[in-house]
């Protein structure tokens, strides 16, 4: 795919999604953090359901780490893997409290120290919470840069780099969640809404069923 191409679709996209933010609710780096660990094969309306009702009560390390490792368990039993996940929440709450006073920090290597933080969930936090150039790819990125032909790549870290590498430097910041929510709404995994998709003629994708974009249009989440 060339560069042309390549502007002409995140044009569309930061058209058609002029809101490209995360669907996870939270107040605060570290609200968002636990978000997103929780989001691990699971559902953002499923993890929404289960802090609103945790953040009232528990928001900090220190909160978090009162409450405990049981106590977090009736908060969170609804999401799936929701024990491993309470043991890495109780390790890094007590190693934010340890080494970053209590705080999220700003640096890949700082965070993915913490227990049940990787490359994505990460790359996610310094995106969403500190406005840095990083794109996570998920399943849906993952689907839409291979099928589109966008940043085809074998695994995520492949398609992660070529993404780094090849989006227009006004978009990499909003690249992240405007691929996620595209994959989300329109390019699904089973029944791809090529029809309705605003970069349908730009998409070098062999079985797409139009080739024609129509009136872009709004997406409502």
Known sequence: MNADKRRHIFERLAIAIPE???ELEYSSPFELLIAVVLSAQ???KGVNKATRQLFPVANTPEGLLALGESGLKTYINTIGLFNSKARHIMGLCQNL???HNSEVPPERAALEALPGVGRKTANVILNTA????TIAVDTHIFRVANRTRLAPGKNVVEVEHKLARSTPKEFLKDAHHLLILHGRYTCKARKPECANCPIADLCEYPERTAVTPPTIAVQSR
């Open 20 to 22: 490209p933010v995360t």
């Open 97 to 99: 409290l340890d080494h």
């Open 42 to 44: 699971a559902t953002d």
């Open 130 to 133: 500190f406005g840095q150039p």
